[in-house]
């Protein structure tokens, strides 16, 4: 069982960064490869970024690639994002997931987070 909290969201203006983080409790945190989804009003949860386990290999949306980076520290049990660049559709409630071998769809992770708000103003 894990349990994740996702923290750093807020109100930007557009063309600033925020960093998210998402805390870990549970064991074997090392043995997942995490990911970030997000969720705009009236719209599905959309894949934006994941890291494997070893953090050897990253995957982006093609939406926020160049702009955003994902890392974890194991020692931490964290994952983060860093989101540059920011525009206004990238407003959305963000969440950070896990599971074993997972990749970008949503049906691929266990655990969920109860997200964090991220609003970006024009």
């Known amino acids: 069982q894990v349990q994740l909290v996702e923290s750093g969201g807020g109100l930007v203006q557009a063309g600033g960064s925020l960093r998210l983080s998402c805390a870990a409790s549970?064991?074997?945190?090392?043995?997942?490869?995490m990911g970030w989804f997000r969720q705009a009003p009236g719209k599905e949860r959309e894949f934006v970024a994941r890291?494997?386990?070893?953090?050897?290999?990253?995957y982006y949306a093609d939406s926020v690639r160049g702009r955003f980076t994902i890392s974890r520290d194991n020692a931490k049990n964290t994952v983060y994002l860093q989101m540059n660049s920011l525009k206004p559709e990238d407003t959305a409630v963000y969440y950070c997931?896990?599971?074993?071998?997972?990749?970008?769809?949503?049906?691929?992770?266990?655990?969920w987070g109860q997200g964090t708000q991220v609003s970006v103003s024009s």
């Open positions: 890291i494997s386990w070893r953090a050897g290999f990253t």
């Open positions: 549970g064991r074997a945190f090392s043995s997942y490869d």
């Open positions: 997931a896990a599971g074993y071998r997972a990749g970008w769809s949503r049906d691929e992770y266990n655990y």
